[in-house]
């Protein structure tokens, strides 16, 4: 890990994802954790701490709006940008409140514009 490099943690189920995913932020010169579900997640987060949570919503376990309301309860002030397929208002009206910082719909974002929104948004 280099000094300065930001931390990101990716919570996703899908290990295709999560693990392309983390090689393109690795690549872009982020450290990237993985965790498959909310409750991995955040035991991640009470042994380090991170610049940034990219998470989906729909996970076993512990999902994404469990996972946003706990961190929330914690005053978690990571901030945490949505990964999902849902894009229903009442969807992002939810994530929102519960502190995530944009709902990045993943049926039109490529993998190359998560990694151009995350380094522009940590920048």
């Known amino acids: 890990m280099l000094e300065n490099q930001k931390q990101i943690l990716i919570v996703e189920d899908n290990k295709v994802i999560a693990q392309v995913m983390q090689l393109k932020l690795s690549h872009d010169g982020f450290e990237a954790d993985m965790a498959e579900n909310g409750e991995v997640a955040l035991e991640r987060l009470k042994n380090k701490k991170y610049d940034l949570i990219l998470l989906d919503l729909i996970m076993p376990k512990v999902n994404g709006f469990e996972l946003l309301k706990k961190l929330h309860e914690l ?10 397929n849902l894009d229903q208002e009442e969807d992002i009206k939810k994530v929102k409140e519960l502190g995530a910082v944009e709902l990045l719909p993943k049926f039109e974002i490529t993998l190359t514009g998560i990694a151009n929104y995350v380094k522009n948004f940590l920048s």
């Open 75 to 84: 005053h978690s002030n990571t901030p945490k940008i949505v990964m999902s």
